[in-house]
């Protein structure tokens, strides 16, 4: 399986934007999905997670209150919904199915992962 993200783009400081994760074949709401965030030189970071049993979702300190994940299971879709945006928020933005989605959402314990989306916040 393997996951793809988009949605992401240019924006600036204070903006919004969505990203989503997709699955052509798996099925979403069977599993715990993370979204990561990950700049040149620097190890890839959890932002967020959804667990797949309707448990409220879970943030990196960094991001809760601005970061909102959710998903839609009609349509197979995660979804992340980033408010707020400051320039270190820019980076590659990968989604990936998780065996837990407890903090600090270890990267080990993901798999699945997509190609990313890259997210740049500039003026």
């Known amino acids: 399986w393997q996951l793809v993200e988009s949605g992401g783009g240019e924006v600036q400081p204070g903006g919004s934007l969505r990203l989503s994760c997709s699955g052509s074949?798996?099925?979403?709401?069977?599993?715990?999905i993370g979204w990561f965030r990950q700049v040149p030189g620097k190890e890839r970071e959890g932002l967020a997670c959804?667990?797949?049993?309707?448990?409220?979702?879970k943030y990196k300190d960094s991001v809760n209150g601005r970061f909102t994940i959710s998903r839609d299971s009609d349509n197979n879709v995660v979804y992340l919904q980033m408010n707020s945006l400051k320039p270190e928020d820019a980076g590659t933005y990968y989604c990936?199915?998780?065996?837990?989605?407890?903090?600090?959402?270890?990267?080990?314990?993901?798999?699945?992962w997509g190609q990313g989306t890259q997210v740049n916040v500039s003026s």
């Open positions: 990936a199915i998780g065996a837990y989605c407890s903090l600090p959402f270890e990267t080990r314990l993901f798999s699945s």
């Open positions: 074949r798996v099925t979403l709401a069977w599993f715990h």
């Open positions: 959804t667990m797949n049993d309707n448990s409220p979702p």
